[in-house]
């Protein structure tokens, strides 16, 4: 998407921004029925910057109600004001009363003042809107309505060009209306390489604590975009910087200041950092990851001792799961991010036997091991190495060739099943089908040949009986901790 070139103050021959079909019929029909009708918010944001505008709001006089006759298909989306159709949010101009929770005001007025509409906003670069009045407008006499044209009355587009955000009016009172705002002004910094402008980074920094009275959902929203921004650490460092961070995210906080021999001048803190862009660089779209780089060091500042973090990946494992599950994230995932956490401390030895790998693919997860490579390999450019460090490409290889030789590596891939050990010794169902289906599956993994259903019945009815045994793994056991 072309960059819109912005004007000066005087908004002389801004194009008209690039809206999608439904936006356009829309406003149309607002228009059409003689209401004010403008596109406001950070969607207008992005199309000056030349980024992709997803999500599309309008702000009109026209009251819920009637936005409902006009629009039947429509459904409302709040107690504010908003009505939702088509995906796009429409709102009434409101202006705002007194906010006692810090998360919502505790009554809305309507307005016909688009003005008075924007003032209320957080930043100047969501104040901007495009649109025009309802009914005949322009000057007198005119025989048509007033073209559509920008607004600006905070003058956002002075902030768009410097790349700063700043808050609408006094900072302070934007974010006791709403503590949210603390948070997205980090984020949105994040998103769009902008800085923040000093009297709203000072007024973050005074009203830090206000973020007690959020409701995690909000937070955990917030949360997902942080590590979505490019490179994400921007964020988090603002979040610390302004004093945000140990009320959001104690187990982050936690790590600033904790020695951390890797980097010269960083503590665990800079190296979760370095962590985190690396894996967004590594696999951008890859949320597990992402978030497991962000907390996979969040057991060590309580295993701290003696220089060393032992066991530092089991209670990583443990925070990650309690953090996660705080914000509401799903808990597939929550799991995928603690096991991997929970293994990330593996050390891969040259002399590992193939069967050696197969058995590290099994006990990781065939499903988790690409994602564990990823992960150490940011957590190695976090450490100031190369990413394959510690002979990442070479165990990769071999377990990509482990998979192209098809070795079973799952109960699934069996030559037999429960239901063959239950004919073959003429026992019930019961409790000791899964070990034993587990020691078969050891033995296939030790020697793939074994993989075959004679085999392996010979094996289960000897080891039902309390003779032989399964494959030696001592030999060559894939070594994890460190």
């Known amino acids: ?26 406003l149309d029909h607002l228009w059409a029925n003689g209401h004010a009708a403008y596109v406001v918010g950070g969607a207008i944001r992005d199309q000056l910057l030349g980024r992709e505008s997803a999500d599309w709001d309008v702000a009109t006089d026209a009251l819920p109600d009637r936005l409902l006759e006009l629009f039947p298909n429509g459904a409302y989306e709040n107690r504010f004001g908003t009505v939702l ?30 003005e008075e509409d924007l003032s209320r906003r957080d930043f100047t670069i969501n104040a901007i809107a495009w649109g025009r009045a309802g009914g005949a407008g322009g000057a007198p006499g005119a025989a048509g309505p007033a073209p559509a044209h920008w607004v600006d009355p905070t003058d956002g587009m002075a902030d768009v060009r410097a790349r700063r955000i700043r808050a609408v009016g006094d900072p302070g009172a934007r974010f006791e209306e709403d503590a949210l705002r603390l ?33 995690l959902e909000r937070i955990g929203r917030e949360l997902d975009r942080l590590i979505r921004a490019r490179p994400p650490s921007v964020g988090f460092r603002v979040l610390a910087d302004t004093g945000l961070l140990e009320p959001l995210f104690p187990e982050l906080a936690g790590q600033r200041g904790v020695p951390q021999d890797k980097v010269p001048g960083h503590d665990l803190w800079d190296h979760c ?5 690396a894996a967004a660089g590594i696999a951008p779209d890859d949320e597990t990851l992402i978030l497991a780089a962000l907390l996979h060091d969040t057991g060590k500042p309580e295993t701290f001792a003696d220089g060393r973090f032992l066991g530092h990946d ?29 293994w990330h401390m593996f050390r891969y030895e040259p ?3 193939d069967a050696a790998v197969r058995r590290f693919m099994r006990r990781v997860g065939v499903d988790l091991v690409d994602d564990l490579l990823r992960l150490r390999a940011a957590d190695n450019v976090g450490s100031g190495w190369l990413p394959d460090a510690g002979g990442l490409d070479e165990l990769r290889a071999r377990i990509e060739a482990q998979r192209a030789s098809g070795a079973p590596l799952s109960l699934r891939e069996l030559a037999i099943d429960g239901h063959d050990l239950q004919q073959e010794l003429g026992r019930e169902p019961g409790p000791w089908i899964g070990p ?13 040949a ?31 901790g460190s």
Do not use: K
Request: proline share 5%.
């Open 351 to 353: 002399a590992w036997s």
């Open 436 to 448: 034993l289906l587990d020691r078969l599956l050891e033995s296939v993994i030790a020697d793939p």
């Open 1 to 26: 998407m072309a960059r819109l070139p912005l004007p000066g103050p005087e908004l002389i021959d801004l194009p008209a921004p690039d809206l999608p079909d439904e936006l356009d019929r829309l």
């Open 273 to 277: 950092l370095a962590t985190l862009d």
């Open 450 to 480: 074994r993989n075959t259903r004679e085999t392996l019945l010979v094996d289960a009815r000897d080891w039902a009986g309390g003779s032989g045994r399964a494959g030696s793994m001592a030999d060559d056991e894939a070594v994890i």
């Open 314 to 342: 089991e209670a990583g494992a443990r925070i990650a799961s309690a953090f996660l599950a705080r914000f509401a994230y799903p808990g597939r995932l929550t799991a995928r991010v603690a096991r991997l956490i929970q």
């Open 85 to 114: 159709t088509d995906g796009i949010e429409v709102t009434t101009f409101r202006r705002d009363h007194r906010y006692r929770d810090h998360r919502r005001p505790d009554e809305v007025t309507f307005t016909d003042s688009l």
């Open 183 to 215: 948070v997205r002004a980090a984020r949105i910094a994040a998103q769009l390489g902008f800085t923040i402008e000093r009297r709203t980074r000072e007024q973050m920094a005074a009203h830090a604590t206000d973020v007690r009275f959020l409701a």
